[in-house]
């Protein structure tokens, strides 16, 4: 089981994959607090889903780049607070 704050379909704005359709799978919880976090919305809350129906919901888009995001330690960076 996972916590899944959202599921939703976008627009990738970082990485070499910017500017590509992107599903995204953004996971709940996060007990750092970077100065930089633009998510807080997501520290709490989301709803149990089991990894099958999140795969499920994510290939219902036929979308084939997708994130997982979110979650302690979602960026790649060194996190300081
Ligand atoms: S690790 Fe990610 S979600 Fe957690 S506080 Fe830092 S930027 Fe926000």
């Keep these: 089981m ?9 627009i ?7 500017g590509r359709p992107c599903m995204f799978v953004r996971l ?3 007990d750092l607090r970077c100065r ?5 919305y997501a520290f709490t809350g989301g709803r149990k889903m ?3 129906d999140v795969v499920a ?4 888009h036929q979308c084939p780049l997708v ?3 979110g979650g302690e330690r979602c960026c790649s960076r060194t996190c300081t607070r």
Excluded: N
Excluded at 57 to 60: A, G, I, K, T, Y
């Design 12 to 18: 990738q704005g970082e990485s070499t994959h910017v």
């Design 28 to 30: 709940t919880a996060c």
């Design 57 to 60: 919901e994510v290939l219902s």
């Design 67 to 69: 994130e997982i995001t």
């Design 36 to 40: 930089w976090c633009d998510t807080p």
């Design 50 to 52: 089991a990894i099958d």
């Design 2 to 10: 996972l916590t899944v704050h959202e599921i939703y379909l976008s």
